[in-house]
């Protein structure tokens, strides 16, 4: 069996980007998934004993609504700098803002 399962999901248009969740920043993207949804998603892999990661056009301002449904893994790329990696590096300072701030040292 799998240990974790991660939803990741991402569609881009040239005229509007689609990301996981409910955005909540000023260039209105769409989701796919309301955070009903993906709670519900949390608490099946949880009960299935299985780790839950979730990817799709994540940022930094959906981070902290993301972590509080209980996911294991909020995996992002373009959010913390690395959107054209490795032409572009990873910032720290980006991604100790998508840590969340109970029991972590950034």
Same mark, same amino acid.
């Given at each position: 069996?799998?240990?974790a399962?991660?939803?990741d999901t991402r569609e881009s248009t040239k005229k509007k980007k689609i990301?996981?969740?409910?955005?909540?920043?000023?260039d209105k993207r769409g989701n796919i998934y309301t955070m009903e949804e993906i709670q519900e998603f949390v608490n099946f892999c949880h009960k299935s004993n299985i780790e839950c990661m979730l990817a799709g056009s994540v940022?930094?301002?959906q981070a902290a609504t993301?972590?509080?449904?209980?996911?294991?893994?909020?995996?992002?790329r373009g959010a913390?700098? *690395?959107? %054209?990696?490795?032409?572009?590096?990873?910032?720290?300072?980006?991604v100790a803002q998508m840590i969340p701030s109970q *029991?972590? %040292?950034?």
């Open positions: 069996g799998a240990d399962i991660m939803v990301g996981l969740a409910p955005y909540l920043g000023p940022q930094i301002s993301l972590w509080s449904t209980g996911c294991d893994v909020i995996a992002v913390i700098g *690395g959107r %054209n990696y490795p032409k572009e590096k990873v910032k720290r300072e980006l *029991g972590l %040292n950034a």
